[in-house]
């Protein structure tokens, strides 16, 4: 059993949109393009057979994956938090004590990060690290390069 992971509904509703896509389109396509290259005859030296039989595994794989998750998911209400620390789904702005540099993330779950949207896992090392941290407190974080200390200036949801 995975690690349970929170969402927020939009949130989930996208998880299942993708899990539907790959089974009710892309698992049909990928059937289609193994059956379009067995009918091109000798399977042995049909390298567009083998290939479409590894996307499929590839597919099927990333399934698996999807409903993993979706089966240890769990919707959480924001409206309920606690708004003066750092958890689940809170907005952090936050400024890192060694450059003056003062970013802002949001926090959620593995599956929903994206860096380019400010979102950030609750599982990195930096989200890890600023869990449980109220404003005025100094989150000091391992990353590969080192340890980097991080201000909480805000919190918000």
Do not use: W
Not at 42 to 60: I, V, W
Not at 100 to 105: F, I, L, R
Not at 111 to 126: C, F, R, T, W, Y
Request: glycine fraction near 6%.
């Amino acid at each position: 059993m995975g690690n349970i992971s929170y969402y927020t509904e939009k949130g989930l509703k996208e998880l299942r949109d993708k899990l539907a896509q790959l089974k009710d389109v892309e698992r049909p396509r990928a059937s289609q393009a193994i059956a379009e290259a067995r009918d091109k005859g000798d399977l042995s030296e049909n390298a567009e057979y083998d290939a479409a039989k590894e996307a499929q595994g590839m597919l099927e794989l990333e399934i698996s994956k999807l409903e993993e998750t979706l089966s240890n998911a769990r919707i959480i209400d924001e409206s309920k938090l606690d708004s003066s620390k750092v958890l689940v789904h809170s907005t952090v702005k936050i400024k890192n004590l060694t450059n003056s540099a003062v970013m802002e993330y949001k926090l959620v779950a593995q599956s929903e990060a994206n860096l380019a949207q400010g979102k950030i896992s609750v599982d990195s090392p930096i989200g890890k690290g600023l869990l449980g941290k109220k404003t005025g407190d100094v989150a000091e974080i391992v990353i590969p390069s080192g340890n980097v200390k991080f201000e909480i200036l805000e919190i918000s949801r």
